[in-house]
């Protein structure tokens, strides 16, 4: 039985990136990443990580950074406090991690680009460790 949309699980999450990856997102949708901590897909994470993600232009290559809203969607996800390369093997259509080798913040990778919509993009100076939206 093919699964509805209405039957998955949908949360709204960021990306953080740099503002030639976000304009070759907007233009051909995400691409997954071929590894990570938690294996290949499409991560993305709360604000505040994308915000310094996005800012972190030494890190990403580009000259300037873009936060990006995402909605996520899927039906059958894993729950991991630490890096795991096996979840969709296992199969999970995605994984959210507590915190993983690289980063103390909790991430989610989506096993599918066509799991991520983009709803709204920031642009984000290099340097910048907040963004606009997430200034109280």
Same mark, same amino acid.
């Given at each position: 039985r093919k699964r509805q949309r209405e039957d998955a699980n949908e949360l709204v999450f960021?990306?953080?990136t740099s503002?030639?990856?976000a304009r070759n997102i907007l233009l051909h949708g995400f691409?997954?990443?071929p590894s990570g901590?938690? &294996?290949p897909g499409v991560y993305v994470a709360r604000d505040d990580k994308a915000c310094r993600f996005a800012g972190n232009c030494k890190r990403h290559? +580009?000259?300037a950074g873009a936060r990006l809203k995402v909605r996520v969607?899927?039906?059958h996800p894993k729950y991991v406090p630490y890096d795991d390369q +096996?979840?969709?093997a296992? &199969?999970?259509d995605a994984c959210r991690a507590v915190r993983t080798s690289w980063s103390d913040k909790m991430e989610w990778c989506l096993k599918r680009a066509d799991q991520v919509e983009v709803v709204d993009v920031e642009l984000v100076q290099c340097g910048a460790e907040t963004c606009t939206a997430c200034e109280p």
């Open positions: 960021f990306h953080g503002t030639d990856k691409r997954s990443s901590c938690l &294996g290559g +580009g000259a969607n899927f039906y +096996g979840w969709q296992q &199969g999970y």
